[in-house]
C-alpha cells in the first residue's frame, strides 16, 4: 500500500519543494468561490500515495454523491511524489491526506496547513519482525539487529524510545531502503521495517508471511494520529461554508467505512477500477480499519485531541527533530492547539 507517514510523505524534501512551489504559485492566486463559468471552484484533495482504504471515505463521499449533493466539485489530485503537506500550504491544493509527524515537520518549517479532520484514529503502522524469529520477543530483543528504514526525520528516534521503553538500548543499525524495506524484511536481509498494519501486514498473511508486530503505545510511547485531513490555512479562513461542507461530507465518507466496511471497500474499489488486484486485502484492510482505527474512544469519526498532539509532537519537538524554515531546531514548544480544528466536523 504504502510506506509509513513520514517517509509516504518525503519528508526529506520538504523544505525544498515548499520553497520551490511558494515562488513558482506566488503569482498564482488562491480558489476562489466560482469559476470563470459561474460554477463552483474546484476542490482539490492531495492524496498521499495511490488510492487504499486511508482514502476509502473520500471516495465512498464522491461515488454517494455527497460531494456534489452538497454544491461542490471536488477532485483528487493523484500522488506525484511532492507531499501533501507541500502541496496544500502552497496553494496547489485546498485539502491533502497528511499524517501527524509529516504534519508536524512541516508545520514547523512554516507550512501555513491546519488539520481539520482525523482519519484513522492510532497509529496504524508498528515495529514488525517476520513470525518465525524466535529470538525477536520484544522490541528490547532489537538491539544490534538491522532496521529497513525509510530515512524521515523522527523515524530513528521513534525506534530508539520504543526499544529502550521495553528495556532495550536503543541501539540498532539502519538501512534506507523505502518500500523495498518489506521485501528486504520477508527475504531476511533487515531484522524489522515498520509496515501498516491494516495492509502490509495483512498483505503478509495473504501471501504466507505473517509478521508479528509491536504497537508503539504498549511500550508507552505517544500514541499519534497516523493519518490527518489537513486544509491550505488561508483557503480556510476565506471559504468557511465550502471547507465545512467538504468536510462534514467527508466524514459521513469514513462514517460510512466505519459502519458498513464491507460496502466501503466495494465503492473504493468501484472508483478505482483495476486499482486493486486482491479484494480479500481491500475487504480485510477496511475490516481492520473499522474495528480498530477510525473512532474514538467515544465513536465518533474525525476528532482530535490536544493531548494527542502535544504527545507525540511533543515527542518530536524535546528531541530536537522539529526545526524552522532555516534548518533549526526550534528553541520554543509550539502550541500545538493552534495546529488542529474539529470546528468543520458535524456536530454530535
Known amino acids: 500500500m504504502v510506506a509509513p507517514e513520514l517517509t509516504r510523505s518525503r519528508i526529506g524534501r520538504i523544505l525544498g519543494l515548499f520553497a520551490v512551489l511558494v515562488v513558482f504559485l506566488s503569482g498564482c492566486g488562491g480558489a476562489t468561490t466560482a469559476d470563470a463559468g459561474g460554477g463552483p471552484s474546484p476542490i482539490r484533495v492531495a492524496l498521499d500515495w495511490t488510492p487504499n482504504t486511508n482514502h476509502t471515505g473520500l471516495f ?14 471536488v477532485q483528487f489530485l493523484p500522488y506525484s511524489g511532492t507531499s501533501p503537506d507541500t502541496l496544500v500550504s502552497s496553494g496547489a491544493a485546498e485539502f491533502g491526506i497528511s499524517f501527524q509527524d509529516s504534519f508536524s515537520v512541516s508545520k514547523a518549517a512554516g507550512a501555513d496547513i491546519t488539520s481539520v479532520m482525523a482519519i484513522l484514529q492510532h497509529w496504524a503502522s508498528e515495529i514488525a519482525v517476520r513470525a518465525d524469529r524466535t529470538d525477536i520477543n520484544s522490541p528490547k530483543d532489537l538491539d544490534g539487529k538491522v532496521y529497513g528504514g525509510f530515512g524521515g526525520p523522527g523515524e530513528e528516534a521513534k525506534m530508539r524510545a520504543v526499544i529502550r521503553n521495553a528495556g532495550g538500548r536503543g541501539e540498532f543499525d539502519t538501512v534506507v531502503l523505502g518500500t523495498s524495506a518489506y521485501e528486504a524484511l520477508y527475504a531476511g536481509k533487515v531484522d524489522f521495517a515498520e509496515p501498516f498494519v491494516a495492509w502490509e501486514g495483512i498483505e503478509a498473511q495473504l501471501r504466507g508471511q505473517p509478521l508479528t508486530t509491536f504497537a508503539y503505545a504498549d511500550y508507552g510511547f505517544p500514541d499519534a494520529y497516523s493519518v490527518l485531513l489537513i486544509g ?16 462534514q461530507a467527508t466524514q459521513r465518507g469514513y462514517q460510512f467505512g466505519a459502519d458498513d466496511p464491507s460496502a466501503a471497500g466495494r465503492l473504493l474499489m468501484d472508483a478505482n477500477p483495476g486499482a486493486f488486484t486482491e479484494p480479500e486485502l481491500v475487504e480485510r484492510s ?42 533549526k531546531p526550534l528553541t520554543t514548544r509550539p502550541d500545538f492547539a493552534t495546529w488542529f480544528t474539529d470546528e468543520y ?3 454530535p
Open 286 to 327: 477496511q475490516q481492520m480499519l473499522s474495528q480498530r482505527y477510525l473512532r474514538d474512544a467515544s465513536g465518533r469519526v474525525g476528532t482530535q485531541t490536544l493531548a494527542q498532539w502535544a504527545g507525540f509532537s511533543g515527542f518530536l519537538y524535546d528531541a530536537g527533530i522539529l526545526a524552522d524554515s532555516a534548518g
Open 232 to 247: 491550505n490555512g488561508p483557503w480556510l479562513a476565506e471559504h468557511p461554508q465550502q471547507a465545512r461542507a467538504f468536510v
Open 60 to 73: 465512498v463521499a464522491q461515488q454517494r454523491g455527497w460531494f456534489r449533493d452538497a454544491g461542490l466539485d
Open 345 to 347: 466536523l458535524a456536530a
